[in-house]
């Protein structure tokens, strides 16, 4: 299995966010060590592993949107 490893400049070009909010805001709130980023060799450098931040960023943003089912098969969103 191939992972691709980013460093935190490469991912805040990826996902479009600054890399300081990477790391004070995103980092253990929302990525999680062993899921999102590792420690390679139990150094200071973090890499994130790209597949998984793809997939729970897609799973989230569908799960996170508040929307009310209408009678006529149509969406509310509130």
């Not at 709130?29 to 960023?57: C, N, Q």
Request: aromatic share 10%.
């Amino acid at each position: 299995m191939s992972q691709i490893y980013l460093t935190t400049d490469e991912l805040a070009a990826r996902i479009k966010y600054d890399a300081r909010t990477i790391r004070d805001r995103l980092k253990d709130s929302v990525l999680f060590e062993g899921t999102h980023y590792i420690r390679p060799f139990g150094g200071r450098k973090i890499l994130y592993l790209w597949d998984a931040i793809e997939r729970d960023m897609a799973v989230s943003s569908g799960a996170s949107s508040f929307s009310i089912p209408m009678a006529n098969g149509g969406v509310m969103h509130g």
